[in-house]
Nanobody, 124 residues
Framework: VQLQASGGGSVQPGGSLRLSCTGSGFALADYGIAWFRQAPGKEREAVSCISSRDRDDIKYYSASVRGRFIISRDVAKNMVYLQMNNVEIEDTAVYHC????????????????WGQGTLVTVSS
């Protein structure tokens, strides 16, 4: 099970960015897939999760991103996306996608497998 996040970059406050998560060797739709981020000097933070298709793709968000970020899934492409809108300086971090072993239940922070992250830098 391998996942890869991509799509990061530099963006100004208030701007938008879309992150992509690809998987190899398995169907992402069979798993809860979470996005978490790690900023320098800060603890890892789970920001969003989409449950497996068996649980009807329920979407979850942390309070810090709710209303600004949107998680989605493309089953045909075997990808999960994180649309980041109205970004804030505090969103600066390395973002990872991961399997969520509890299928997004209970704070969606039980990460199974993840790969290399993608850096998002928000600055003016």
């Amino acid at each position: 099970v391998q996942l890869q996040a991509s799509g990061g970059g530099s963006v100004q406050p208030g701007g938008s960015l879309r992150l992509s998560c690809t998987g190899s060797g398995f169907a992402l739709a069979d798993y809860g897939i979470a996005w978490f981020r790690q900023a320098p000097g800060k603890e890892r933070e789970a920001v969003s999760c989409i449950s497996s298709r068996d649980r009807d793709d329920i979407k979850y968000y942390s309070a810090s991103v709710r209303g600004r970020f949107i998680i989605s899934r493309d089953v045909a492409k075997n990808m999960v996306y994180l649309q980041m809108n109205n970004v804030e300086i505090e969103d600066t971090a390395v973002y990872h996608c991961a399997t969520e072993v509890r299928d997004c239940r209970h704070h969606f922070d039980a990460f199974g497998s993840w790969g290399q992250g993608t850096l998002v830098t928000v600055s003016s």
